[in-house]
């Protein structure tokens, strides 16, 4: 199975700032990566598809890079709605795998 | 707009067996793979199965042999019958569609404890 590291695993952060989320897979994966927000009681949102891809509707301030085993979700300016979990999965192959998750928190 | 919509969550004692839906809408549903993912209580995110858009399925080892998968396209629903339930199956069950798991349900509920 293909294990996906992720880290920090929380962090605190204002509103304003810029975070940044890794995930790293055991072995290449290509781009088949995406990028979720979940809320407490709520779906999960694919945030990146493709590990860089925008998904349609979601504001700028996401973005996504990375290909092979190194990915990085970046939110460039942390506005008060983003303060959730984050996680990633990879879709290379099965099993799918997730990252254990982020919780961002307010600082 | 997509939607998919889980039920059949319930309290469960182990051994017991439980029938999770998830019911979808918005988009052509036979077109699509499906999957099923979990949660344990504080815990990450866990594939459990996929069923393919011709109904080959594949599982995860921890539910293998025990959970079966299945859809029903003119019902627009996909489905997870659990057998021999024991309490590490006790999680959020979401269903989410595509390879790609791009959309999911919001979850529900399945506690096995005696």
């Known amino acids: 199975d293909i294990q996906m590291t992720q880290s920090p695993s929380s962090l605190s952060a204002s509103v304003g700032d810029r975070v940044t989320i890794t995930c790293r897979a055991s072995?290449?994966?290509?781009?088949?990566l995406g990028w979720y927000q979940q809320r407490p009681g709520k779906a999960p949102k694919r945030l990146i598809y493709a590990a860089s891809t925008l998904q349609s509707g979601v504001p700028s301030r996401f973005s996504g890079s990375g290909s092979g085993t190194e990915f990085t979700l970046t939110i460039s300016s942390l506005q008060p709605e983003d303060f959730a979990t984050y996680f990633c999965l990879q879709h290379n192959t099965y099993p799918r795998t997730f990252g254990q998750g982020t919780k961002v928190e307010i600082k | 707009q997509v939607q998919l919509v889980e039920s059949g969550g319930d309290l469960v004692k182990p051994g017991g067996s439980l029938r999770l839906s998830c019911a979808v809408s918005g988009f052509t549903f036979s077109d699509y793979y499906m999957n099923w993912i979990r949660q344990a209580p504080g815990k990450g995110l866990e594939w459990v199965s996929y069923?393919?858009?011709?109904?080959?399925?594949n599982s995860a080892d921890s539910v293998k042999g025990r959970f079966t998968t299945s859809r029903d396209n003119a019902k627009n629903s996909l489905y997870l019958q659990m057998d021999s339930l024991t309490v590490e199956d006790t999680a959020v069950y979401y269903c989410a569609r595509g390879g790609s798991s791009d959309y999911w349900g919001q979850g529900t509920l399945v506690t096995v404890s005696s």
């Open positions: 069923i393919s858009t011709s109904g080959y399925t």
């Open positions: 072995q290449g994966i290509r781009n088949d």
